[in-house]
């Protein structure tokens, strides 16, 4: 089973979103990615087996990764033009706590969702 993403939508600029996630299995390292248009793909933030979030720097302070049963969520504050994008939901099994960081290369992370649009306006 593949994880599904839920919550995308338009926002304006400074505006707040909260996206989520339903895995039902068990992960090591779970997180989320995001694409804009005309860019490579890009770690936002992790969460490793032991609970310990990891955020990239362009959403440190913005952004909150949390996860409830089988939901992962990402909370999104005062959110910008450049945050938009398609936001996937990626877990693996394989990743060691040192490894699972938004720094790690998206092909590191075996499972990922279809992804759910977010688009902020300014």
């Known amino acids: 089973a593949h994880p599904v993403e839920s919550g995308g939508d338009s926002v304006q600029s400074g505006g707040s979103l909260k996206i989520s996630c339903v895995e039902s299995?068990?992960?090591?390292?779970m997180g989320w990615f995001r694409q804009g248009p005309g860019k490579e793909r890009e770690g936002v933030a992790t969460l490793n087996v032991d609970g310990v979030p990891a955020y990239a720097e362009s959403v440190k302070g913005r952004f909150t990764i949390s996860r409830d049963k089988d939901t992962l969520y990402l909370q999104m504050n005062d959110l910008k033009p450049e945050d938009s994008g398609t936001y996937y939901c990626?877990?693996?099994?394989?990743?060691?706590?040192?490894?699972?960081?938004?720094?790690?290369?998206?092909?590191?992370?075996?499972?990922w969702g279809q992804g759910t649009q977010v688009t902020v306006s300014s």
């Open positions: 299995s068990h992960w090591f390292c």
């Open positions: 990626v877990a693996d099994n394989y990743l060691t706590s040192s490894r699972c960081k938004p720094g790690t290369d998206a092909s590191r992370f075996d499972n």
